[in-house]
């Protein structure tokens, strides 16, 4: 597209004519047929590919007539299912609310295709959703019309994620494979992380929910990372620590134990009454080397409990202070950024009294991962 400047898919492309070779990693799901492997210039890209289960492959109907156009998108919008928030996390459910969503939308709106051009499950699973919508991305150029957001349909790949978000977070598996994805995605097409939108930026909805719609900065940064990281990715690291952790967790004895909440993260979590002190719950963690980690945090969500609770990141540079209403949203992991830390065993996140709103204030748990 013209003023478009190289994608780094481009550049990559370049380097191996020259005979320079780009090593990339990729997304598996144990047990997927040879149809879903990536093709072969994949081998070329600095991002990896992930694999994208095909209409053929999640056994879609037929569509009707479909348009694809040879002009590129140059957006992502992101939406969510509004179904239920399913603890089903199997690819056999993945295939199955693909087909579902497929039927309500040729069958009861009376649309020629499913809507969107791809969909992601909340165990992860990548699938087309159109039709022609994953040979357009795999080719980067030209696209198929969609029907996920009226007047973008023809401009924005819309992706539906599973399950309602109005006040529940995305679980982690489908939020690093859309953070993926939409790498995949920006990458193929030449497309700034900066333009990744939400339904509700186009049209009066709620779609894709308060949550995932707050999130959503998170989410351009994330794909912004992982389109400047390329090349082989660093060692996994996850650490969780709850406030059980033996010599992770420390706090003073003005942090209550309670087992109230069933939203709770193992046997039970802290609690503390709001107070203009320095009094701080903190998480010890042995980061192993300089680099990028989400943290994500984990509290129980009742109504009552305090909606402006500061969590302290103890990032290279100086400390960060994220606020978080804990009186909603819990039971799951919350994402609370990326952020940069540096290498050693030490605090890294606090959980601060120091709020100006009225409610316990809770420690459960966190979890640093790098990204």
């Known amino acids: ?21 780009a090593a990339t990693g990729g997304l598996s799901i144990a ?10 210039e994949a081998t070329a890209l600095a991002v990896p590919v992930p694999t994208i289960a095909s209409c053929a492959t999640w056994g879609a109907r037929s569509p009707g007539s479909l348009s694809v156009i040879p002009s590129s998108p140059d957006k992502i919008v992101i939406h969510h299912t509004a179904g239920s928030n399913t603890t089903n996390y199997t690819q056999a459910q993945a295939f199955a609310m693909a087909r579902s969503i497929q039927n309500f939308h040729m069958d009861g709106n009376g649309w020629s295709d499913s809507g969107q051009h791809f969909t992601i499950s909340r165990g992860g699973y990548v699938m087309e ?7 357009r991305l795999r080719a980067g150029s030209g696209m198929v019309v969609g029907a996920h957001c009226p007047g973008q349909n023809d401009k924005g790949i819309g992706i539906e994620n599973e399950g309602t978000y109005t006040s529940a977070t995305p679980p982690a598996a489908l939020w ?34 308060n949550v995932l719609y707050g999130m959503l900065p998170q989410l351009r940064a994330d794909v912004a990372d992982a389109l400047a990281g390329g090349g082989t990715p ?27 909440s069933t939203e709770r993260y193992g046997a039970d979590y802290r609690y503390a009454d709001p107070a203009a002190t320095s009094d701080v719950a903190y998480y010890k963690v042995n980061v192993p080397a300089e ?22 990141v103890l990032a290279k540079g100086g400390n960060q202070t994220v606020v978080v209403d804990q009186s909603t949203g819990g039971g799951a992991w919350r994402s609370l950024g990326t952020f940069t830390l540096t290498a050693g065993d030490r605090d890294v996140v606090g959980v ?14 966190v979890r640093v991962t790098r990204v």
């Open 176 to 209: 690093d494979s859309l953070v993926a994805f939409c790498a995949y995605v920006c990458d193929q097409y030449g497309i700034a992380a900066s333009r990744i939108y939400g339904h509700r930026d186009y049209v009066a909805t709620a779609c894709p929910g």
């Open 31 to 40: 047990g997927a047929p040879p149809a879903l492997a990536a093709p072969d």
């Open 234 to 260: 660093p060692p996994a690291f996850s650490a969780t620590v709850d406030n059980t952790t033996a010599g992770r967790f420390t706090a003073s004895a003005n942090w209550r134990t309670s087992t109230y």
């Open 352 to 365: 601060s009294r120091w709020s100006g709103a009225a409610g316990y204030v809770v420690a459960d748990a």
């Open 1 to 21: 597209m013209t003023g478009i400047p190289l994608s780094r898919r481009d550049v990559v492309r370049g380097a191996v004519f020259l005979g320079v070779g």
């Open 129 to 135: 959703g159109r039709h022609n919508s994953l040979s």
């Open 291 to 312: 680099g990028r980690y989400r943290i994500d945090a984990w509290y129980p969500g009742i109504a009552g409990y305090n909606t402006a609770t500061p969590y302290i």
